[in-house]
């Protein structure tokens, strides 16, 4: 199956191009049953809400009676939610940044981010343990021999012993090899299974934690031909061919810019056939977009937390005396930024911060829909309270499920 999509600006007639790559290719390709489907952007807004609705959501049905099981109507319940479920932050753990002089390591930043991370109950990824990237090393390491094979797996070894077994059960997802689709610096170093090689060294080293793969322009652009959907899957089989057979995970770090929402969702869905996490470890817009950066925030979130796959979503967005990278959230005084205000309106809608209340019908019934996640409902009937906590989880046929609060009256 291919599966994509485009957004056009004109009106006028066009032609669908298929092209492959391999220049050596002497078969026909035969395309067969091609659909096309257009939408207006309200039309996407409301499959987007209907997604959220269906995957992200719950509906229930609050059910008051007394001793006796009678009803009881008109009573108030107030609910609370008491922690955001759905993943949505920030992380960093990197070697050149732990070990600027050869042998001298220094986790002293990482160890207080770690504590200030526990102190808050936010749970912290590891990005990343290595990197293909020749300039992902420490600077004393950059330009290391291609003839120094195994002292180069000596000290990348070193790395991944040192920083995984002081960091292990302290993080719950690791970036093992990052963007190793794009960059191939250890495996020129080291051979074609260093990749799968150290996934399996990771995981004997934390076996509870879930071991990522994290690429670029795999859903940003439709153009890059070393991080397509199909490269990234083929690199999967690879890591499995290798005899890495462990739990993996789907690292997407989505620095956009112009945007393709209908590709984003294609490539999702195609990620998804081989059912691993997915997971966005790095989002965020271009300023070179204009003062439509925090529309375009905004649209992105919407239309990753609106498809069931996507399970979290991290923000690379980390502020410094120089700015950032890409995307501030706030000024230097840690004003928000306009992108600042739709985090916290994603973060407002989803806790339910402005509250719910309502009031028990004639049978003693009322129903809502709430995010999945852990809540506190208050029942005001009289000058007595009434405080229940309980879980919201998916329970895949959309039906109402019923939650009971009996009370003396």
């Known amino acids: 199956m291919l599966k994509g999509g485009l957004v056009v600006n004109v009106t006028g007639p066009t032609e669908l191009y298929f092209k492959s790559h391999d220049i050596n290719l002497t078969a026909q390709i035969w395309v067969d049953s091609i659909s096309v489907q257009q939408f207006a952007l309200q039309e996407w807004k409301s499959h987007q809400d209907q997604s959220i609705e269906k995957y992200r959501k719950s509906k229930l049905k609050f059910h008051v009676i007394d001793q006796q099981n009678r009803p009881v109507p008109d009573a108030t319940i107030s609910i609370k939610q008491t922690r955001l479920s759905f993943p949505f932050g920030k992380q960093l753990m990197k070697w050149y940044f732990n070990e600027q002089t050869r042998g001298i390591v220094d986790y002293s930043i990482t160890n207080a981010m770690l504590q200030f991370a526990k102190s808050r109950e936010i749970a912290v990824r590891g990005h990343t343990v290595l990197w293909e990237d020749r300039l992902g090393h420490p600077t004393w390491l950059r330009d290391f021999p291609l003839n120094r094979s195994e002292e180069y797996r000596q000290l990348t070894d070193s790395r991944v012993n040192y920083v995984m077994n002081r960091y292990k059960g302290k993080v719950f997802h690791w970036d093992v090899v990052n963007e190793n689709m794009h960059h191939w610096f250890i495996k020129e170093r080291i051979g074609e299974n260093s990749s799968a090689a150290y996934y399996k060294k990771a995981h004997k080293i934390d076996p509870d934690a879930l071991l990522f793969l994290n690429e670029y322009m795999t859903l940003e652009k439709s153009n890059d031909r070393r991080a397509s959907t199909w490269m990234y899957l083929r690199k999967i ?63 992105v979130i919407r239309e990753l937390h609106a498809h069931h796959a996507v399970q979290g ?97």
Request: aromatic content about 10%.
């Open 237 to 299: 089989w690879e890591i499995r061919e290798q005899g890495y057979d462990r739990p993996l995970g789907i690292g997407l770090q989505g620095h956009f810019g112009p945007m393709n929402l209908p590709y984003v969702r294609a490539s999702i869905d195609v990620l998804d056939s081989v059912k691993l996490p997915i997971w966005f470890t790095e989002l965020d817009v271009n300023n070179k977009t204009g003062p439509d950066q925090a529309n375009r925030l905004d649209q």
């Open 313 to 409: 979503i991290l923000m690379w967005s980390a502020i410094s005396p120089e700015g950032c990278w890409k995307m501030c959230l706030t000024d230097q005084n840690f004003n928000n930024l306009d992108t600042g205000d739709v985090v916290d309106k994603f973060i407002a809608e989803w806790t339910h911060s402005s509250g719910l209340e309502g009031k028990t019908d004639s049978n003693g019934y009322f129903e809502t829909s709430l995010f999945h996640d852990q809540y506190e409902a208050t029942i005001k009937l009289g000058k007595k309270p009434i405080l229940q906590k309980f879980e919201v989880a998916p329970n895949g046929d959309g039906k109402h499920e019923e939650v009971v609060f009996k009370i003396c009256v």
